[in-house]
Nanobody
Framework: QVQLVESGGGLVQAGGSLRLSCAAS????????VGWFRQAPGKEREFVAT????????YYSDAVKGRFTISRDNAKNTLYLQMNNLEPEDTAVYYC???????????????WGQGTQVAVSS
């Protein structure tokens, strides 16, 4: 199993940037497909981005494509989400997740962090 802890959230103005980190411990980070999800107030949790465990190929939701970048550093056991050109609608709690498939979606995520709050002001 793997334990995940997110950090890097905060309050930022629209158009600004944040970089989220997800530190993993336990089983080697390289053994998991990983991704980011978010949950806005009053809404369901939704997929944001994932990165292929083997190939490094990345996939994004339409809402964030072109603005967010997911990356991983296996040596540091850390997953990142670089968020640029933030909009108020990006306000949410952001969660990292891991699974034993090459990539993950909501239904296949096996391990979750506790989340980090991102708030974007207009």
């Amino acid at each position: 199993q793997v334990q995940l802890v997110e950090s890097g959230g905060g309050l930022v103005q629209a158009g600004g940037s944040l970089r989220l980190s997800c530190a993993a411990s336990g089983r080697s980070f390289a053994n998991y497909g990983v991704g980011w999800f978010r949950q806005a107030p009053g809404k369901e949790r939704e997929f944001v981005a994932t990165i292929n465990r083997y190939s490094g190929d990345t996939y994004y939701s339409d809402a964030v494509k072109g603005r967010f970048t997911i990356s991983r550093d296996n040596a540091k056991n850390t997953l990142y989400l670089q968020m640029n050109n933030l909009e108020p609608e990006d306000t949410a709690v952001y969660y990292c997740a891991a699974g034993t498939n090459a990539i993950i979606v909501m239904t296949t995520a096996e391990y979750w962090g506790q989340g980090t709050q991102v708030a974007v002001s207009s």
